[in-house]
């Protein structure tokens, strides 16, 4: 048994990783009794299994992944969602709300309207149908999960899907980095889309420069610690900036003039 390419390195379509008795994950296949990648990616190497993470391509959706996702279209009982993938995701009120749905009474626009953005898991996929979203599991309800719903003002930015790991980091540190630097709510959704919403334009900007090194970097070592040290220089640099402007505020001059 010989890995031939080591962890997290980047590899082309026909690359040998590695010979012997691994198990075959994502991307890759056996030829002449070795693992082969079958597309531009980074190895990762777990439990005896040898994947690649591909660095380019759609997002394919898988059930229990977390999805930001743009309402394109409402029907009476149905909401069409671009989720960045081939597929469009399908959202019933059955799946979204605490209450019974009336299609002659409701009104689904008065719910979500097409430009309305949300956060939700695929519920159901297996590829001969469009897969199916639900809004359950809502922290509102004391579930404990993660907040699904509409999403309220923010921006989007879209990524490379395979580069979701990184931008997440492990156990979340990566996220969590930008989120203390930046004082921003953010939410990832595995199909490559990311919400966030800072106090002011100066903290969201400063998160969408993050996002933008993570993902021109991800194929990188040492990436989370020159995150960090962006954000730490940048941060110090925005103080110095405020701090100097309150400076050169003009005080106003009180009128001590006896009428």
Known sequence: MTILIQDRSMVTP????????????????????????????????KDNQISVVSLKGK???????????????????????DI???????????????????????????????????????????????????????????????YLGKLSGGRIIDVSPSKIPRLIGRRGSM???????????????????VWFKGNTFEEEYLVLQAIEKIDREAHTTGLTDRVKEF???????LKKNSDKAKAEKPTEKKDVTKK
């Open 14 to 45: 026909g690359e040998v990783i590695a010979e012997g008795e691994y198990h075959l994950g994502s991307n890759v296949y056996w030829q002449d009794k070795k693992i082969v990648s079958q597309v531009i990616g980074l190895v990762t190497v």
């Open 59 to 81: 997002y394919i959706p898988r059930v229990g992944d977390l999805v930001v996702g743009k309402i394109t279209d409402v029907s009476l009982n149905s909401w069409t969602v």
């Open 84 to 146: 960045s993938s081939p597929y469009p995701g399908i959202l019933r009120p059955s799946s979204s709300l605490d209450r019974r749905f009336d299609p002659l009474k409701d009104q689904t626009r008065k719910i979500f309207d097409v430009g309305d953005v949300i956060v939700a898991k695929v519920f159901t996929f297996d590829r001969t149908r469009d897969p199916s979203l639900t809004l359950r599991n809502d922290n509102r309800s004391g579930s404990g999960g993660p």
């Open 175 to 193: 996220i969590s980095t930008i989120k203390q630097y930046t004082n921003s709510r953010m939410i990832v959704g595995q199909n490559g889309r």
């Open 231 to 237: 954000l730490e220089v940048a941060v110090k640099n």
